[in-house]
């Protein structure tokens, strides 16, 4: 895995390697990453990274996160639970030399969300576990706790198209081999 784009372009992130079988990581892969980052950029939601406060929820890796940050993005908060994916997301981000000006890393799951106390996110990606139905559950905590900025993007990677809760309208949803990607509007 590498960074596609920005200011870390070609950098190669930490590998996953076997992990914690526990803890389920499926990386988002390079081609879907540079795939979905080309649509993103691709003029039809304006420039929605540059100076962008992200949200990656399941972050796994942080890739996603880390990726927008290369691109241009102001700040990105990465959320996971799992004891492997906190650290790699930490070994990512010193790779990237990013500090606590504009990364932050919440040990949480992303269905219970605590409350944010600083700028709402206008970019959010979320990799849930698939066909477990987390998605929708991370997206009311993001809601309720005050994380989604009006007119959000919400980027969500699932095995299956996803159909947007209230509050959301579908803007797109594209497939890539076995992923399914639906970009939904706050």
């Known amino acids: 895995m590498r960074i596609i784009a920005g200011t870390h372009r070609g950098l190669k992130l930490a590998p996953v390697g076997t992990g914690d079988t526990a803890a389920h990581l499926r990386p988002t892969s390079d081609r879907v990453r540079e795939s979905l980052f080309s649509v993103l950029m691709g003029g039809a939601y304006g420039d929605p990274i540059s100076g962008a406060h992200v949200l990656d929820l399941f972050a796994g890796t942080g890739a996603l996160g880390l990726e927008a940050l290369s691109r241009g993005a102001t700040h990105a908060t990465f959320v996971d639970d799992g004891r492997k994916a906190q650290s790699l997301i930490r070994e990512n981000i010193a790779l990237t030399r990013r500090d ?24 959010v990606f979320m990799d849930p576990p ?44 594209r497939k890539y081999g076995d992923t399914w990607i639906s970009i939904l509007e706050k």
Do not use: F
């Not at 606590?100 to 970019?123: E, V």
């Open 100 to 123: 606590k000006a504009t990364t932050r890393l919440i040990r949480s799951d992303a269905t219970k969300l605590p409350p944010n106390k600083g700028t709402r996110c206008s970019l």
């Open 130 to 173: 698939y066909g477990k139905g987390l998605g929708e559950m991370a997206l009311v905590a993001a809601r309720n706790g005050g994380w989604l900025a009006d007119g959000a993007l919400i980027i969500w990677e699932e095995s299956s198209p996803q159909h947007p809760p209230q509050g959301y309208v579908l803007r797109d949803q």
